[in-house]
Each structure stands twice: as C-alpha cells, then as structure tokens.
C-alpha cells in the first residue's frame, strides 16, 4: 500500500545520497531535496517506462506469466535464473517501449556492481534486495526485505552512536509492523 511505497521511496533516498557519498566527493545533501533527487525518484517509481516495465515485471513473476506478446503469452512457471531474468526483461522492453530502452534495469545492475566491488554493498540492503529481484529469480513479495534490513542498520548506526534507545525502538517498532502488514 501507500506506506510501503512511501518506505520504499525514504529508503531508496538514502541509499541514493549514501552511493554518492561513497563514490563522489562533496556531495551536499542539498542535492538530493531539490527536482534531481526527491523529485525525480518520486516521477521514475510514479510514472514512466521503468515504472511500467518494472510493474509488468512484478506481476509476471507473481503470476507465473513469461514470454511472448500480447494474445501469445504463455504461462510458465516464473523465471528463476539470471538468464531467465534478462530474457524476461527483453520481451517486456520490446512488448511495451516499441524501441525505447530501459534506463533502470542497467542502473541496478551497475550500481551493484559498483558497490560489490568496492566492497560496500552490505550498506545497501534495498539495492542488494532489487537485484536480487530482478536478476537473480528472487520472489518480487521479498522487495520489504531491502528497507527491513535498513532499519536494523539504522537502529545498529542509533545505538552506537548513543542515542535514545525507546526513541529508536519505537520507531522500529513502528516500521516493523509495516513490514509486516506489506507481507500480508
């Protein structure tokens, strides 16, 4: 629902600031308030060909559809493979852009790249869970783990830097019974 989205969105900003930050010097968090950061992140997940892409993707995996274009769909159980994954992709680009291309799908793939070779993926637990996702077979209701394993980074980041502990478990606790509600 509208809170899980709304999750998603808080952490994929700060996972957004913090690749910036390990990659780039000076980068001002400023940045990420104004139409190049919160801006477009709320229009790509909102609206656009990725969205859409991404949205055809989810409900074929969940549904067990696969390949093929419109009246010729076949249902087949879900792609569980990396190879099957791309192959999946491709027929949804083809099927719905008519020769645009994907931005995203590439994006997550050499983001995590990036990070695994720098050895600093554990930190992006939503970048690790998307691709995971979208690549590797694993089942698209597994997308809350990506924000669930940010918030015990958080609590970790919280605790030891002192800060107050019923404060931040209340919080938690909050975000964990969202968690919960999305699995349902």
Same mark, same amino acid.
């Given at each position: ?54 949205? &055809? +993707? ?9 390949? %093929?274009? *419109?009246?010729?769909?076949?249902? !087949? ?56 996702? &979208? +690549? ?9 783990? %990506?924000? *669930?394993?940010?918030?015990?980074? !958080? ?30």
């Amino acid at each position: 629902g509208g809170n899980t989205k709304a999750s998603l969105l808080r952490v994929g900003l700060h996972e957004m600031t913090a690749f910036c930050k390990t990659f780039f010097e000076g980068v001002k968090d400023d940045t990420f308030t104004e139409s190049c950061g919160v801006a477009d992140l709320i229009t790509t997940c909102y609206g656009g060909r990725n969205r859409r892409c991404a949205e &055809a +993707f989810a409900l074929r995996r969940r549904e067990g559809v696969d390949f %093929g274009v *419109g009246e010729q769909m076949q249902k !087949q159980a879900p792609p569980e493979s990396p190879e099957r994954c791309l192959e999946l992709w491709t027929s949804i680009e083809a099927e719905l852009l008519k020769g645009q291309k994907l931005q995203g799908t590439h994006t997550t793939r050499d983001a995590h790249m990036a990070l695994e070779a720098a050895g600093e993926l554990h930190r992006f637990p939503l970048i690790r869970t998307i691709h995971e996702i &979208a +690549f590797e077979g694993k089942p698209v209701d597994t997308i809350t783990d %990506g924000f *669930g394993s940010f918030l015990d980074q !958080q609590k970790q980041k919280r605790n030891e830097e002192g800060a107050d502990k019923d404060f931040s478990s209340e919080i938690l606790s909050d975000q964990n019974a969202l968690v919960a509600r999305s699995k349902m």
